[in-house]
């Protein structure tokens, strides 16, 4: 069995691409050896990208190899880093083709880029963040900015049977939701947990109606192109480690030069000022990113993203993207096969039928012959015994497993009255019913027998029952919609 390089999983079993297979096999052998060294089965990759050898290799060459000083001066180690750093910079903008209209903030990551907007972000009473149902908390945080500034906030809801963007209800929301301003609109580019991409047609639509956009692309950018010459969100927020594993603790917001002094920044600190005076109390701040870069870089760091980026065009992000459907695809038809011997399904899958607007990502939950629910935990459990890693729970994006679960408004309202403490578990034994689901993402170094490992997993739950998992999670009345 091989991938197949195609969009429509109807469409698997057709001739196999052995070239493109023979590509990947040789890229797990030479960058992820310690996959198979470790007898590791890894599906993780919208939680986090692995570490190519040669990332590694050739970052710990330049350190051992250069010295480096706090870029905050004109000596020559100082020098150095400013200009490694500074390349960094550049090629993220080229990467991104924004370098005519686009700043590049260094973050240590996604969340730190979002908050960011979100703290200095010129809300008022009289401001509307809209927000799309399928955010990550990262961004749905937000939220609390708004609400400290007596704005308001609202979901725009996802339709309930592909978790596709309701379009209808947005174009609405869009339209009647604004208030005097200013006006937020916030939407991932791809679901961190359906894998759907959003249309980025829905930036051009929203600022015609006055918003500003803040398109959260921490799930998108590593298996697809962003192209900011054509899409003009105001904000975007990215993590490296999810592009290319290595390193960690960095990432940016791409910020949007037009919008630049919309954002107001509550305090100044170390390297984001001209000038301070402590005899006058008076600062002038920076006028660039640098405005926004509080205190010292990760200089020893942030050199090591452009290599990660070029890593990426070296194999081609066209090539990258066509893989990554084509094995989520390949593996969503597969896993809808596995049935009980009595017929009923193993697993139910969320999310659009084919994989043309959708990325590696996978939401599933699991069913026992009877047609009963696995507790995720018991599924993350079993896999784990087999060294795979997958991901379950609501994966910080509750909005998707609010839909997923049928959980209604009211419900939720009073489980929050009912107590001063709120946890997931806790919800589960209030509602007397299940949350969560499983996650699987594919990525760049995976190859066949990932999947097949994943196949034979679930085809090891047919004709089961749960009623031991369910007294092993304790999780009395089990049902779900
Ligand atoms: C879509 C999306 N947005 C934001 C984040 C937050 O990223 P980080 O934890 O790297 O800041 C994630 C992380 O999984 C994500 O998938």
């Known amino acids: 069995m091989s991938v197949q390089p195609i969009t429509d999983p109807k469409a698997a079993g057709a001739a196999s691409p052995v070239t493109d297979e023979a590509f990947f096999e040789a890229l797990r052998r030479s960058e992820y050896a310690n996959l198979d060294a ?48 500074e390349e960094a910079r550049a090629k993220i903008l080229s ?51 708004v609400k400290r500034r007596a704005g308001r906030t609202l979901y725009a809801p996802l339709n309930v049977e592909d978790l596709q963007i309701n379009e209808e209800k947005l174009a609405k929301l869009l339209e009647d939701g604004r208030g005097e301003g200013p006006n937020l609109f916030a939407f991932p580019a791809q679901s961190n947990v359906s894998g759907v991409q959003h249309p980025l047609e829905w930036i051009a639509r929203a600022q015609a109606l006055g918003y500003d956009v803040l398109l959260d692309g921490a799930a998108f950018v590593p298996t697809s192109r962003l192209d900011l010459s054509v899409w003009k969100p105001e904000f975007v927020s990215v993590s490296f480690y999810k592009m290319f ?112 607007n959708r990325g590696g990502s996978l939401v599933l939950t699991f069913f026992d012959r009877d047609g009963k629910l696995y507790p995720f935990q018991e599924v993350e459990g079993l896999a784990n015994e087999r060294k795979i890693s997958i991901r379950s729970g609501c994966f910080c994006n509750p909005g998707i497993d609010e839909i997923n679960s049928c959980v209604s408004t009211e419900e939720i309202a009073r489980y929050f009255a009912s107590r001063d403490r709120h946890s997931l578990p806790d919800m589960v034994k209030f509602l007397g019913r299940m949350r969560g689901a499983t996650r699987v993402s594919v990525g760049i170094a995976n190859v066949q027998k990932d999947l097949d490992t994943f196949v034979d997993f679930v085809a090891s739950l047919k004709n089961k029952t749960i009623a031991e998992a369910l007294r092993r999670n304790e999780i009395k009345a089990i049902s779900h919609c």
Not at 303 to 319: A, C, D, F, H, Q
Request: proline share 4%; hydrophobic share 40%; with cysteine.
């Open 95 to 145: 990467f991104f083709n924004a370098a005519a209209d686009y700043y590049c903030v260094f973050t240590t990551n996604a969340t730190a880029a979002l908050k960011l907007v979100g703290e200095s972000y010129p809300f008022t009473a009289s401001s509307t963040l809209l927000m799309l149902s399928d955010n990550h908390n990262s961004v749905n945080g937000i939220r609390e900015f």
């Open 245 to 356: 594993g290595f390193p960690t603790g960095i990432g940016c917001l791409l910020l949007k030069k037009s919008a630049f002094t919309k954002l107001s920044k509550s305090w100044f600190a170390g390297g984001t000022v001209t000038l301070v005076s402590v005899a006058e109390q008076k600062q002038h701040l920076a006028d660039g990113h640098e405005r926004f870069e509080d205190g010292t870089l990760n200089y020893n760091m942030i050199p090591s993203v452009k290599n990660g980026l070029e890593y990426l065009e070296t194999i081609g992000m066209e090539r990258i993207s066509a893989r990554v459907k084509a094995m989520a695809g390949w593996l969503a038809q597969q896993l809808r096969e596995i049935r009980h011997d009595n017929g009923k399904p193993v697993v139910r899958l969320f999310g659009p039928e084919t994989f043309e």
């Open 38 to 85: 470790g007898g590791h089965t890894y599906l993780d990759f919208t939680g986090g990208n692995l570490n190519p050898r040669s990332l590694i290799e050739a970052h710990q060459k330049m350190l051992l190899e250069s010295v480096l000083g706090n870029p905050h001066s004109t000596n020559p180690t100082s020098q150095l880093a400013t200009q490694l750093v």
